[in-house]
């Protein structure tokens, strides 16, 4: 048995044998759901258990959220430390935040909230895994450090709240790993993983190696003018026909997207009017504009964008389209998942890793964080039902909430004990955007845009 190996394995075993408070952990999480921003309690939970392993704990990085730093070089090696050697630190992250669906098992009566998204597995993945790697005392025999962290509000919604700590300054960003990342909590970190529970996979599978697309969010406001719609409509201008122009420009455009981009824009129309007797006069609409790469995303955008204003133009109606940061394209890291994928062969079965690398068209935060840091976000089997849904949840308690904590604290001894693993992942954070770079990327896709086809 190598050294690496023997470390695994008393990672491995303490996993075990706290599995119980794991479970319990995921169990507690999963009755209490909160929405983000709003993850008190999910914090406070995932900070105790932080706490028990003896670990310095931080609260509200960002309104909530937890972190704390395990291994890694203390005070007292400071003076004999090679100035050269900057400490390796692997961030082990997991999302707090639940999601709204009323009609589900398991939903707050009063907020609708609910875990339908299995965000209860990562929590139980992240402190698995710290009780894994600290309570063994294996991290102490790694160079390096593993820095655990509990982030908040990864479901892009609830967004009139969000606008609320927005507009009061105590966010930039709706996405948690968005405003951890402006916050500078990745600044030292040289790579990062989590797990999440894949849609319809009662199985023990996990699958590891894909891309997803980014996008930028929309509100769109047409202007017109009211009058009666039966008795004098010629004096109207009306709003929603700016509106079904506009999307209809947006259709007109949807053969120039290229099929490499996967580009999706899925556009709805949040009011269409007040009083059927009434032309409508304020009809507003909201979208995303998704695809593999911010170029693409920058270029559809505009598109989108410029089809939307022609509908007010055909009307002489005036448009309002506000653009606001959504997440970036993911882009997961070789090492992280060769690494992660043979650690799941040895802990799960020789089968448990499905599917070649493949591209999904929905998004992530994970991708923000993937764009400045090497990063691996496998899902993970355990659950059935389609993610989001009433019917989705836990089948496999121990596949759900027990194994990937084993296989993502095993990749992280093999990244930290092997110096070549180590190179590797610095190598290609160096080809990785500067948190500068990213930030100014996220922030240019903030903009308005209003015209006005409306006379006086
Ligand atoms: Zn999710």
Redesign the pocket.
Known sequence: MTDTESLKRRVRDTIDEHDEAILDLAKSVHAEPELGYKETETTRKVAEAFEGLGLDVETELAVTGARARAGGRNDADADTADAEDDEFVFAVLG?LDALVNPGHPAADPETGACHA???EAQLANLVGAAYGLVASGVVADLPGAVEFIAVPA??YLDLEYRRGLLDSGEIEFFGGKQELIRRGYFDDVDCAAMI??ASDTPEREVSSDFSSNGFVGKTVQYEGRESHAGGAPEEGINALNAAMAGMNAVNANRETFADEDHVRVHPIVTNGGDGVNVVPADVRMESYVRAKSVDAIEDANGTTNRALESGAMAVGANVTIEDFPGYLPLRTDETLVTAFNGNARDVIGEDAVFGEHQHVTGS?DMGDVSQIVPSVHPWTGGFEGS?HSTEFGAVDEEMAYLLPAKVTASMVVDVLADPEKRAAVREAKAGKRSTDEYLEIVRRMRNTREAAYMGE
Do not use: K, L, S
């Open positions: 999302e998204c299995g965000h990864e479901e999440h529970a992530t993610a």
